[in-house]
Structures are given as C-alpha cells and as structure tokens.
C-alpha cells in the first residue's frame, strides 16, 4: 500500500488532469468531439490509424473484436472502411458518457457501452480484446492500486474476456512519451510468460509503443 505522503501526490496529480475551462469549452463543441483525434489521445487521425494498423495485424479480418477503452468507437468505422466489413461484430467499451453518446451519433450500427471495462460480463466476450493505448494514461481514482498492478489488472480482465487472444498498445519507456504512463517491455514480459502460455512483445512498432499479444487456447 502507499504512503499517506505518495497517495496525496497521486491525488494531487489526479486532479491537475481533470479539464481547464478551455477544454470544457472544446468538449462543447459538437465538431470538435466529432472529428478530433487529440481528444481520444492522438495528435493527427494520420497517427490515430497508424496505430489501428499496427495494433491488429496478427488479428484475422473476420475476427469479432472487443475494444477497452474505445472513445467515440473510431476503430470500428477504420476497420469497416480498411476490410470492407458490413457486419463486423464489435463491441467498444469506454467510461467517458460524452465519447460514446458522440461515437452512438456519427456511426452507424456501432456497438459502444459505457462502463468500467472491469465490469464487462461473459455475453460481451469477443474472439480478440484490444487496448490501444488506453492504459497510458489513467482516468480511475484508486489512487491505492500503482500503475504497474493498474496494467496487470487490465491485462488479466482482457484476457479473460477474449476467446482467442489479447492485445494492448503500451508507450515504451525507452522514449520520454510527455504526460504519458511508460512501462518496460522486458519486465511486462517476463510477468506475463508467469501468468499465461503464449505471450509475445513486438517492439517493432514504427512509434514509441510496444505491442503485447497473447493469445488463449480454449
């Protein structure tokens, strides 16, 4: 557990990211909530499918995918518009309201739930989990659990939800990724091989993010 001195720190560092009034007032901004890719934590849309891309190559085309951390559900329509999918079996899972009512809004047939990904059931279970870059930052306010059990916690409850395999976008703590969470691929490594049977980190990525697959025999 934390020191009383480490917990007010965090606590501290929790409620400098909350939003400034500027923000609020892009929040407010129909068109900024809909066609923005800093507000779901990218500097270009260029980056944005970048990162899609790289993410998903082990995953087969007609796969059902479960997403953790989804925003507005941009990956669904990306994966619609690059494998031409009219039926594509997603389901994007995020705790912001504002993202998914917005995400509900612009596209079509998106299946998009706001909770906790901690509370996902066994009838949202899917073929693959994905978490692209959605534990570089953190939004949750147990300010007991540090980051590295946060990840593992995450890791687990993919795992558990996924009927073939897992896997999550991590930034790299070989580059200084501002304002970011970064992690060390070698230690996530070697607790995941403790944990499960096939684990595999690709540090070939094109940015400053590594990979982490796993995948699950039933």
């Given at each position: 557990?934390?020191?009383?001195?480490?917990?007010?720190?965090?606590?501290?560092?929790?409620?400098?990211?909350?939003?400034?009034?500027?923000?609020?007032?892009?929040?407010?901004?129909?068109?900024?909530?809909?066609?923005?890719?800093?507000?779901?934590?990218?500097?270009?849309?260029?980056?944005?499918?970048?990162?899609?891309?790289?993410?998903?190559?082990?995953?087969?085309?007609?796969?059902?995918?479960?997403?953790?951390?989804?925003?507005?559900?941009?990956?669904?329509?990306?994966?619609?518009?690059?494998?031409?999918?009219?039926?594509?079996?997603?389901?994007?899972?995020?705790?912001?309201?504002?993202?998914?009512?917005?995400?509900?809004?612009?596209?079509?047939?998106?299946?998009?739930?706001?909770?906790?990904?901690?509370?996902?059931?066994?009838?949202?279970?899917?073929?693959?989990?994905?978490?692209?870059?959605?534990?570089?930052?953190?939004y949750d306010a147990a300010v007991e659990t540090s980051n590295e059990?946060?990840?593992?916690?995450?890791?687990?409850?993919?795992?558990?939800?996924?009927?073939?395999?897992?896997?999550?976008?991590?930034?790299?703590?070989?580059?200084?990724?501002?304002?970011?969470?970064?992690?060390?691929?070698?230690?996530?490594?070697?607790?995941?091989?403790?944990?499960?049977?096939?684990?595999?980190?690709?540090?070939?990525?094109?940015?400053?993010?590594?990979?982490?697959?796993?995948?699950?025999?039933?």
């Open positions: 557990f934390m020191k009383k001195e480490e917990t007010e720190v965090l606590e501290k560092e929790l409620n400098e990211i909350q939003p400034t009034q500027e923000e609020l007032s892009e929040l407010n901004d129909q068109g900024y909530l809909e066609d923005s890719a800093a507000i779901v934590g990218y500097a270009t849309r260029q980056e944005q499918f970048k990162a899609y891309a790289e993410s998903v190559l082990v995953i087969p085309p007609e796969s059902s995918i479960l997403d953790f951390g989804c925003g507005r559900g941009d990956f669904f329509a990306w994966h619609q518009s690059v494998y031409q999918r009219e039926n594509f079996d997603y389901l994007g899972v995020d705790a912001n309201q504002v993202l998914i009512d917005t995400g509900l809004k612009i596209y079509t047939g998106v299946n998009l739930k706001c909770t906790d990904w901690n509370n996902l059931k066994e009838e949202d279970k899917k073929d693959w989990c994905i978490n692209i870059r959605s534990n570089n930052l953190r059990d946060y990840l593992k916690s995450t890791i687990s409850k993919m795992y558990e939800m996924c009927n073939q395999g897992m896997i999550i976008s991590l930034s790299s703590d070989k580059f200084d990724v501002e304002n970011q969470l970064s992690y060390n691929a070698g230690e996530i490594l070697k607790w995941a091989l403790q944990e499960y049977d096939q684990v595999v980190v690709d540090h070939t990525t094109e940015t400053n993010q590594f990979l982490i697959v796993i995948y699950k025999n039933n």
